[in-house]
């Protein structure tokens, strides 16, 4: 057991915390008559402990991050053995540092054979930033500067700095950054439970993928630089896109000379029960974005692969590509993350997530049998729980991301993390969850469901 406390003063920290920190994706007047934050204190395993003591199980692995699961000793020692090399140094204008370049190695060597460059970065939001202006950039280079269009998805989710916010399709996040961004387009997301109606997934999965050689007809193939997806859309609720989707979509870029960038900030480093995800669903991009789980989140570093045919006229024709991030490859971060992925090949944890998936699976699918669950669906260990007041009818309760709310509610109450996407729940626990683990989360979310069945029972249909 990794159990390091400090006498907290909790009331100081939360008060602190109310006064002087402004969180993210938070409602800050609910926050504070909420009476402020939970204080997290330590993890082990797929276990977290907050301030007054309560063991939470985490079904969310942080924010889909911690794959590897919390109290790695050897992530620790490793940031404290680099520490004292060499804290930072920068890999800008002709120099590196060992980590950096191992773990660029490294991830090319989980990589498809054509992926050999990496560009790092500190996050899954720079990573798309940087994809945009190298895309538009690459095309210039190859004498097509009219080819500037990017093409998302509607609720994909690519970050929050400005221009990933422009390449997913989050309304919400649009409406307040003010004007759109120039040149980003979405299409309308592979979602079978709420817009697939009376066609089989594959059907309407194959429909779902047209829509994006429409998308491309209506503004020129010439005008289209590239379209990026999340192999499952994680934000929106664990799309997972029926089996026709990607394939078609891979054939529609080819076709028509579109970039296809594979974001796999969390699909990526074992998700679904291989290293990437579009290898669970059958598909070849040309970029790869990369974070979360390349540390387990232990720092923040994030990176891109990018084929090599792209990489290609940046060598022929010279010429600064003026991009970069101070803490790119930051030695640390690098040598923490090289570490995380060896421990997972040396442990076989992908090959574990492979091998607890349909168990998994099948934990889930036994909340079928609940009133107000619609569906459960799940590749790897990343899965949904649709709730629904009518489940014949797929039908959704009034006022979108209510009940979903409650329900997360009622998971804190009994000490699971849950997430909810609208009316979605969502889960990702980490890769060294046991079975017997996997029941207990089960247990704990039919609990909540019940619960929240309690408050919503005179809405069912
Ligand atoms: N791409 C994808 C597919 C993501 O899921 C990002 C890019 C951005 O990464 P950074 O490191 O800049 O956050 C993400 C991040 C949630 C949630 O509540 C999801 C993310 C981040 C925060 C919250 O579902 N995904």
């Known amino acids: 057991m990794n159990v390091h406390k400090k006498n907290l003063d909790l009331d100081a920290i939360v008060k602190a915390d109310i006064t002087h920190h402004f969180h993210p994706f938070t409602d800050h007047k609910a926050f504070r008559a909420a009476g402020g934050p939970r204080v997290i204190t330590h993890g082990d395993g797929v276990w977290i402990w907050d301030a007054k003591g309560n063991k939470i199980l985490d079904g969310m692995s942080g924010l889909w991050c911690v794959n590897i699961g919390y109290g790695r000793k050897e992530l620790a020692e490793v940031a404290y053995q680099q520490m004292l090399d060499l804290p930072y140094y920068n890999t800008f204008f002709k120099t590196t540092t060992a980590p950096a370049t191992e773990l660029a190695a490294k991830i090319s060597s989980v990589l498809p054979k054509q992926f050999q460059t990496i560009f790092f970065t500190n996050s899954g939001s720079e990573g798309n930033d940087t994809i945009v202006r190298f895309v538009r950039h690459y095309w210039k280079l190859m004498g097509k500067p009219y080819r500037q269009h990017i093409i998302g998805r509607k609720r994909g989710y690519h970050g929050s700095t400005w221009v990933a916010a422009n390449l997913g399709g989050m309304i919400g996040m649009h409406e307040q950054g003010g004007d759109q961004l120039p040149g980003f387009h979405h299409i309308q997301q592979p979602y079978w439970y709420d817009f697939g109606g009376d066609k089989t997934p594959e059907e309407f999965g194959l429909e779902a993928a047209q829509e994006l050689e429409k998308k491309i007809l209506e503004l020129g193939p010439d005008n289209v630089a590239a379209f990026i997806g999340e192999p499952i859309q994680g934000a929106a609720g664990v799309l997972i896109p029926p089996s026709t989707y990607w394939p078609e979509i891979s054939r529609i870029c080819k076709k028509y000379g579109v970039l296809l960038i594979s974001d796999e900030v969390i699909c990526g480093f074992g998700r679904t029960g291989n290293w990437f995800g579009f290898e669970t669903f059958g598909y070849e991009p040309d970029i790869v974005n990369m974070a979360k789980g390349l540390s387990s989140g232990y720092l923040p570093i994030g990176a891109i692969a990018f084929s090599d045919k792209l990489i290609e006229p940046f060598f022929d024709k010279g010429g600064e590509f003026y991009h970069g991030m101070t803490y790119a490859g930051h030695p640390v971060a690098a040598a923490v993350a090289l570490k995380n992925v060896e421990i997972m090949q040396s442990e076989k944890m992908i090959e574990r997530v492979a091998e607890l998936g349909p168990y998994f699976n ?49 998971c804190f109450d009994v000490n699971l993390v849950m997430r909810a996407c609208w009316d979605t729940m969502v889960l990702a626990p980490p890769f060294c969850i046991t079975r017997e683990e996997i029941d207990e989360l089960v247990k704990r979310a039919r609990v909540a469901l019940d619960k929240t069945y309690a408050d919503v029972k005179a809405e069912m249909e």
């Open 362 to 410: 099948q934990a889930l699918a036994s909340l079928n049998d609940h009133p107000i669950v619609g569906e459960t669906r799940s590749v790897g260990l990343i899965g949904a729980i649709e709730l629904s007041s009518n489940k014949a009818k797929r039908s959704r309760f009034n006022d979108s991301g209510r009940v979903g709310t409650m329900c997360r509610n009622h």
